[in-house]
């Protein structure tokens, strides 16, 4: 089989880190955040602030956690920078007691705040992005520990379990 034609012949991966970089919360809602960059490239401190911001004042009603008494959702945000200035900002909520629903914004250099990620597709195509190999290191241990947490009891300690148990390495 050829290698794939959508993998340039120049294309050369490279690892990221990705560091917790403590919760968030709304209402009853408690996310984790993630900032996920190559090492000697952080996330720029005011790009930090804005996407804790945009989550608080936007982010988090337009996904349907505005800190009602219904939102109790748990889940974690990814803060991905992309090359000098591009970001991706993925959040992740599980609901349905297994099921992982993503909501995902954007912000490049040109732009002062976050904006939905919602490009446009022929035909309203099935086959969407999600989540790069960058991100997957930080989906498949969260992936892991809502698996641990809907294990157990679920008791306050188990939920207590579950907040504490961050990634933080290599990808």
């Known amino acids: 089989m050829p290698a794939p034609a ?42 930090a602030a804005s996407a804790r911001a ?6 988090l009603a337009a996904a349907g956690l505005s800190g009602g008494e219904a939102s109790e959702d748990c889940g974690f945000v990814i803060l991905h920078r992309c090359g000098a200035d591009f970001y991706f900002l993925l959040m992740t909520v599980w609901r349905g007691a297994n099921e992982a629903w993503e909501a995902v914004w954007y912000r490049d250099g040109t732009m002062a ?9 022929p035909g309203e195509a099935m086959l969407r992005p999600t989540f790069c190999v960058w991100e997957l290191g930080v989906v498949a241990h969260e992936s892991a520990a809502w698996s641990r947490y809907l294990a157990s009891a679920r008791a306050d300690a188990d939920l207590a379990r579950w907040r504490d148990d961050l990634f933080a390495g290599t990808v």
Not at 22 to 46: I, N, T
Not at 54 to 59: H, K, P, S, T, V
Not at 113 to 121: G, N, R, S
């Open 6 to 47: 959508f993998v340039p012949a120049d294309y050369r991966h490279y690892e990221k880190r990705a560091e917790p970089r403590g919760a968030l919360r709304a209402g009853a809602s408690e996310l984790k955040l993630y900032h996920l960059e190559k090492p000697g490239e952080p996330v720029p401190a005011a790009i």
């Open 113 to 121: 705040d976050f904006a939905c990620f919602a490009p446009a597709y």
């Open 54 to 59: 945009f989550l608080a004042r936007e982010g």
